[in-house]
């Protein structure tokens, strides 16, 4: 086990020609010889795969400079050179990194892959994002064009006409008390159609059993169709059913007890 004792007494750097190339990526210690990757900070040690051992050896021997991925493939394996085998070479040893020291392989867009020295300013780099790595600038551009798309969106498909929000009325049946709501686009159209909602609600005080706990009530002028839904929670479960009648006459005449027990509202 590699001790954070030996990478402070100077062997944390390896020789390459005249070039030196420091083995430290984080809280990890890189050993060459033996392809391991040692965490000092937790005492785990990882034994490297071939393609992820390839990936991290030409890193760190270019640290600080942005490798393609047709560099990368060339280290790999010849029979591991798939360009899906590479991204998840990458992945594996960014988890291994940590969250802290994950940033410290950065994907630059459209070119390739860099090794830092260090991790970089979370205001330069936002990683955290479902897009991968991308630019501040670049992220709060999109930000900003889609804040624009859904103003535009509501411009477009802002309803017409404003819905007034349901007002619950409770109709006592011979057994059972209904919520009923009665829902209209204007209080023009519900002032209009109050004496047929009274009419409605004495018909459904007639019936001897409701089998439904909610009723709601909508009409349409521009369809002449009136909407009923009806709902209730039956063993744990809700159930739903949707009515909906054109009206036989203006004063809804036709809705009476045996209108109500034929549709089902009335049990």
Same mark, same amino acid.
């Given at each position: 086990?590699i001790?954070?004792?030996?990478a402070r007494? #100077?062997y944390?750097?390896?020789?390459?020609?005249r070039?030196?190339?420091d083995?430290q990526?984080g809280?990890?210690w $890189? %050993?060459?010889?033996n392809?391991?990757?040692s965490n000092?900070?937790?005492?785990?040690s990882?034994?490297?795969?071939?393609?992820? $051992?390839s990936?991290? =050896?030409?890193?760190?021997q270019?640290? #600080?400079?942005?490798?393609? @991925?047709?560099?990368l493939?060339?280290?790999?394996p010849?029979e591991?050179?798939?360009l899906?085998l590479?991204? =998840?070479?990458i992945? @594996?040893?960014?988890?291994y990194l940590g969250?802290?020291?994950?940033g410290?392989?950065?994907?630059?867009d459209?070119? #390739?892959?860099v090794l830092?020295?260090?991790?970089?300013?979370?205001?330069? +780099?936002?990683?955290?994002i479902p897009f #991968?790595?991308i630019s501040?600038?670049?992220y709060f551009?999109?930000i900003g064009?889609?804040? /624009?798309?859904?103003?535009m969106i !509501?411009l477009?498909?802002?309803p017409?006409?404003?819905?007034n929000p349901?007002k619950?009325?409770v109709?006592?049946?011979q057994?059972?008390n209904?919520s009923f709501?009665?829902i209209?686009?204007?209080?023009k159209?519900?002032?209009?159609?109050?004496?047929?909602?009274?009419s409605?609600?004495?018909?459904?005080?007639?019936?001897s059993?409701v089998?439904w706990q !909610?009723i709601y009530?909508?009409?349409?002028?521009?369809?002449?169709?009136?909407?009923?839904v009806l709902?209730r929670?039956r063993? /744990?479960?809700?159930?739903?059913? +949707?009515l909906?009648?054109?009206?036989? %006459? %203006?004063d809804?005449? $036709?809705i009476?007890?045996?209108?109500?027990?034929?549709?089902?509202i009335?049990g």
């Amino acid at each position: 086990m590699i001790t954070e004792q030996h990478a402070r007494s #100077g062997y944390n750097r390896l020789p390459l020609g005249r070039v030196e190339i420091d083995m430290q990526i984080g809280s990890c210690w $890189f %050993d060459i010889e033996n392809k391991t990757l040692s965490n000092l900070a937790n005492e785990t040690s990882w034994k490297m795969p071939a393609a992820e $051992f390839s990936v991290i =050896e030409i890193l760190v021997q270019h640290r #600080g400079q942005v490798l393609s @991925r047709e560099e990368l493939l060339v280290a790999i394996p010849a029979e591991l050179r798939a360009l899906s085998l590479l991204t =998840e070479a990458i992945e @594996r040893i960014r988890f291994y990194l940590g969250l802290d020291y994950a940033g410290l392989i950065e994907t630059v867009d459209n070119q #390739g892959y860099v090794l830092h020295s260090a991790p970089k300013s979370k205001t330069n +780099n936002i990683s955290s994002i479902p897009f #991968g790595s991308i630019s501040a600038k670049h992220y709060f551009i999109l930000i900003g064009l889609l804040l /624009g798309l859904l103003w535009m969106i !509501n411009l477009v498909f802002v309803p017409a006409m404003e819905i007034n929000p349901m007002k619950k009325q409770v109709i006592t049946s011979q057994s059972s008390n209904i919520s009923f709501y009665p829902i209209f686009t204007s209080m023009k159209l519900k002032e209009k159609y109050q004496p047929q909602i009274q009419s409605f609600i004495k018909s459904i005080e007639t019936c001897s059993k409701v089998p439904w706990q !909610n009723i709601y009530l909508s009409f349409s002028t521009e369809d002449d169709l009136i909407s009923f839904v009806l709902k209730r929670e039956r063993l /744990g479960r809700i159930e739903i059913r +949707n009515l909906k009648q054109v009206p036989l %006459d %203006d004063d809804w005449h $036709f809705i009476d007890k045996s209108w109500l027990t034929k549709v089902g509202i009335c049990g």
